[in-house]
């Protein structure tokens, strides 16, 4: 009895092996037939396309492709290190122009608020134009609704530029007081074992939650890719317009478009910090904070850099 089990443990392990190692083989195929056949996906005008494109981005084969392309950009990087610093710079700078403009929407967001008020309690008026020639106009409690727009877009696509310039709140336990090398190999285990993770899980979820407030029929994550291609008969899009109040913001599918660009956004910074961290640790303390585009702060605003706890 013990033998069968520890038998079919045995062959469960060499299963999860072959399909683990038998997935990063076909990921190199179905990169490059994604890439010499991007009407199969791409092209909207067929049902099927679009399909496709629901199913894939949020499938094992695509997973795969990333994955590998990781990997092979990784051994690469270890193999010459001017490489992988230039992907770091590559994908910091990225991320930090991402969120240095998003930043913005702060501002605008402000601003907006300010017209508001000037417009409902000066002026008295029901609605805001905006625009010249032909203005966008729309009641004031559109406008007012909006305003939690541009509140996702500093949360979502400032998050991986925060996390660059060491911004976010740290509650530490143990990294300050262990050695430099400590450091870089707890940095790497949580881009490896909680950012990726957690990245790719929110994707999964925010993908198909982003696509059934975009087309009709509403796919589901548990429908393989025949099912959809099959649904694509009857395939229309049906854009998400529902207001949480009458006369309210009525695009509420962008919230959806953002937390699905911030998933990509974590995953990529992950990957990024695992590179810079490998780097630093593997150079030396000499490295530390080599190529960081780091913001400058004015006097009197160093009390909010690096918050701990």
Same mark, same amino acid.
């Given at each position: 009895m013990e033998e069968a089990a520890t038998g079919g443990a045995f062959s469960a392990i060499l299963n999860g092996l072959g399909w683990f190692f038998g997935n990063i083989a076909m990921s190199f195929y179905n990169l490059g037939y994604a890439l010499t056949h991007p009407s199969s996906w791409l092209g909207w005008s067929d049902n099927e396309a679009i399909m496709r494109f629901v199913y894939?981005?949020?499938?094992v084969e695509f997973f795969f492709v990333i994955l590998t392309t990781f990997l092979v950009l990784t051994a690469i990087g270890i193999w010459r290190h001017s490489f992988m610093w230039g992907l770091v710079r590559g994908c910091?700078? /990225?991320?930090?122009?991402?969120? !240095?403009?998003?930043?913005?929407?702060?501002?605008?967001?402000?601003?907006?608020?300010?017209i508001i008020i000037f417009v409902q309690r000066i002026f008295?008026?029901? $609605?805001?134009?905006?625009?010249?020639?032909?203005?966008?106009? /729309? $009641? #004031?409690?559109?406008?007012s609704e909006e305003l939690k727009l541009?509140?996702?877009? #500093?949360?979502?696509?400032?998050?991986?530029?925060?996390?660059?310039?060491?911004?976010?709140? !740290?509650? $530490?336990l143990i990294y300050s007081p262990v050695k430099y090398r400590t450091k870089k190999i707890i940095d790497?285990?949580?881009?490896?074992? /909680?950012?990726?993770?957690?990245?790719?899980?929110?994707?999964?979820?925010?993908?198909?939650?982003l696509w059934r407030h975009l087309i009709v029929p509403k796919p589901s994550a548990s429908e393989d890719l025949e099912r959809l291609v099959n649904k694509a008969r009857a395939?229309? @899009?049906?854009?998400?317009?529902?207001?949480?109040?009458?006369?309210?913001?009525s695009a509420y599918f962008l919230?959806?478009?953002?937390?699905?660009?911030?998933?990509?956004?974590?995953?990529?910074?992950?990957?990024? /910090?695992? @590179?810079?961290?490998?780097?630093?640790?593997?150079e030396g303390p000499e490295s530390e904070g080599k190529y960081h585009d780091h913001d400058r702060v004015e006097p009197g605003e160093e009390a909010y850099d690096h918050a701990e706890f």
């Open positions: 894939y981005g949020a499938s910091e700078a /990225f991320g930090n122009s991402v969120g !240095r403009i998003a930043a913005w929407a702060g501002l605008i967001m402000v601003l907006q608020q300010v008295a008026r029901p $609605d805001i134009s905006f625009g010249f020639g032909v203005p966008v106009t /729309f $009641d #004031v409690s559109w406008w541009y509140n996702a877009i #500093v949360v979502t696509l400032c998050l991986a530029y925060t996390f660059i310039q060491g911004g976010h709140v !740290r509650v $530490d790497m285990f949580g881009s490896l074992f /909680f950012m990726m993770p957690m990245a790719t899980l929110m994707w999964l979820y925010s993908w198909f939650f395939l229309r @899009w049906n854009v998400e317009t529902i207001a949480f109040s009458p006369n309210g913001f919230f959806k478009i953002l937390i699905v660009a911030m998933c990509a956004f974590i995953f990529l910074q992950a990957a990024t /910090f695992f @590179w810079r961290s490998y780097l630093e640790w593997k």
